[in-house]
C-alpha cells in the first residue's frame, strides 16, 4: 500500500495523509515533545506511523485521538507507553463499542478479499486513552502549546480538535471532511453547524488559516465556513419538517434533497436525527 511522505503545513506541523481512507494524522513538534494526532486503523499500520514519525524527531511523545472510530484510534497499540489524551466520551465509547466495530471491519476486509488485513485488524489490542478531557485543554510541548478543543457534539458527542496557535493550523477530525460528505453513522445531525461554529470563534479558530480534516486534502478556514453552513441548511430543513406531522426518514431525507449532500448521506443524517427526537442515545 503506497503511503504518502508527510507534509509540512506550518513549521513543525506536519500532516501524513494515508491512502487507506485518506486518512491524514499528524505531528505537532516542540522543543521537549512532540504530539501525535490520531493513529490509523490497527497495530502494524500505527508502527508504519510511529516509524515515521520517528524519522523526523526523536523526542517523547504525547498522542491525541480526535474520536473513537477504528480508524483514528486501533493503532494506539503502537504507542502503548506514550500519553494518549482524548476525550472523556471517546474511552467510554471506545469501550464499548470497540469490539463490535473490530467485527463490522474485519467482516468488511474479509468481503472484499483482504484477509492479511482483517488477521491484523483481529489481532490489535485495543488500547484505550488515559489521559482524558471534557473542555478546552492545553498541552505544553516546550516552547509550543497545543489546544485540545472541545466545542460540542458533531461528527460523534466527543470530537477533539487540536489547535496549534502559533502555527495558525487546526487538526479538526472528522468534524470537517473533504472529498466526501460528513459521516452521519454517529452523528448529531441537528448540533454538528453550531459546534463547527463555535469551534471557528475560539481564540485558535479565529487565528488558524490552515484546517486538516480527518480525511482529504487540507483545506482553508472558508472551505470550514461553507461546510458550518451546509450543515447548518440540514439541520434548518430537518427543523422545519419536524415542525409539522409526524415524518419519516425518506420523507425527512427528500426535504433535503437540494442541498448537494448524497442520498445515503441524508438517510442517515434523518435515521440520526429520528434516533435522538425519540430519546436520549447511550
Request: hydrophobic letters at 40%; proline letters at 3%; aromatic letters at 6%.
Given at each position: 500500500?503506497?503511503?504518502?511522505?508527510?507534509?509540512?503545513?506550518?513549521?513543525?506541523?506536519?500532516?501524513?495523509?494515508?491512502?487507506?481512507?485518506?486518512?491524514?494524522?499528524?505531528?505537532?513538534?516542540?522543543?521537549?515533545?512532540?504530539?501525535?494526532?490520531?493513529?490509523?486503523?490497527?497495530?502494524?499500520?500505527?508502527?508504519?506511523?510511529?516509524?515515521?514519525?520517528?524519522?523526523?524527531?526523536?523526542?517523547?511523545?504525547?498522542?491525541?485521538?480526535?474520536?473513537?472510530?477504528?480508524?483514528?484510534?486501533?493503532?494506539?497499540?503502537?504507542?502503548?507507553?506514550?500519553?494518549?489524551?482524548?476525550?472523556?466520551?471517546?474511552?467510554?465509547?471506545?469501550?464499548?463499542?470497540?469490539?463490535?466495530?473490530?467485527?463490522?471491519?474485519?467482516?468488511?476486509?474479509?468481503?472484499?478479499?483482504?484477509?492479511?488485513?482483517?488477521?491484523?485488524?483481529?489481532?490489535?489490542?485495543?488500547?484505550?486513552?488515559?489521559?482524558?478531557?471534557?473542555?478546552?485543554?492545553?498541552?505544553?510541548?516546550?516552547?509550543?502549546?497545543?489546544?485540545?478543543?472541545?466545542?460540542?457534539?458533531?461528527?460523534?458527542?466527543?470530537?477533539?480538535?487540536?489547535?496549534?496557535?502559533?502555527?495558525?493550523?487546526?487538526?479538526?477530525?472528522?468534524?470537517?471532511?473533504?472529498?466526501?460528505?460528513?459521516?452521519?453513522?454517529?452523528?448529531?445531525?441537528?448540533?454538528?453547524?453550531?459546534?463547527?461554529?463555535?469551534?471557528?470563534?475560539?481564540?485558535?479558530?479565529?487565528?488558524?488559516?490552515?484546517?486538516?480534516?480527518?480525511?482529504?486534502?487540507?483545506?482553508?478556514?472558508?472551505?470550514?465556513q461553507e461546510q458550518a453552513a451546509?450543515?447548518?441548511?440540514?439541520?434548518?430543513?430537518?427543523?422545519?419538517?419536524?415542525?409539522?406531522?409526524?415524518?419519516?426518514?425518506?420523507?425527512?431525507?427528500?426535504?433535503?434533497?437540494?442541498?448537494?449532500?448524497?442520498?445515503?448521506?441524508?438517510?442517515?443524517?434523518a435515521v440520526r436525527a429520528l434516533?435522538?427526537?425519540?430519546?436520549?442515545?447511550?
Amino acid at each position: 500500500m503506497s503511503e504518502v511522505s508527510w507534509r509540512e503545513v506550518a513549521p513543525g506541523v506536519h500532516v501524513r495523509r494515508h491512502e487507506e481512507l485518506k486518512l491524514n494524522c499528524g505531528l505537532v513538534v516542540g522543543e521537549q515533545r512532540a504530539l501525535v494526532v490520531d493513529t490509523r486503523s490497527f497495530h502494524r499500520q500505527g508502527s508504519d506511523l510511529l516509524r515515521a514519525v520517528r524519522e523526523i524527531t526523536d523526542l517523547e511523545l504525547v498522542v491525541v485521538n480526535t474520536h473513537a472510530h477504528f480508524d483514528h484510534c486501533f493503532g494506539n497499540a503502537a504507542f502503548r507507553d506514550s500519553q494518549i489524551y482524548a476525550h472523556s466520551g471517546a474511552a467510554d465509547d471506545l469501550l464499548r463499542t470497540g469490539e463490535h466495530q473490530r467485527r463490522q471491519v474485519v467482516e468488511h476486509l474479509r468481503s472484499t478479499d483482504r484477509e492479511d488485513i482483517a488477521r491484523d485488524v483481529e489481532a490489535t489490542e485495543i488500547v484505550l486513552p488515559f489521559y482524558l478531557v471534557e473542555e478546552d485543554t492545553a498541552i505544553d510541548l516546550g516552547g509550543r502549546e497545543v489546544e485540545l478543543l472541545y466545542a460540542g457534539r458533531g461528527h460523534t458527542d466527543h470530537d477533539l480538535a487540536v489547535a496549534v496557535p502559533d502555527a495558525g493550523v487546526v487538526f479538526a477530525g472528522d468534524l470537517v471532511e473533504e472529498g466526501a460528505d460528513p459521516a452521519m453513522e454517529d452523528a448529531f445531525p441537528m448540533e454538528w453547524a453550531a459546534t463547527l461554529e463555535a469551534l471557528l470563534e475560539r481564540p485558535a479558530g479565529v487565528l488558524s488559516e490552515t484546517w486538516v480534516p480527518g480525511h482529504g486534502r487540507v483545506v482553508d478556514r472558508s472551505f470550514v465556513q461553507e461546510q458550518a453552513a451546509l450543515l447548518g441548511r440540514l439541520a434548518e430543513t430537518f427543523t422545519e419538517v419536524l415542525a409539522g406531522r409526524p415524518t419519516g426518514v425518506d420523507a425527512l431525507a427528500s426535504a433535503a434533497r437540494g442541498l448537494g449532500l448524497e442520498d445515503h448521506t441524508l438517510r442517515q443524517a434523518a435515521v440520526r436525527a429520528l434516533e435522538l427526537r425519540s430519546g436520549p442515545t447511550s
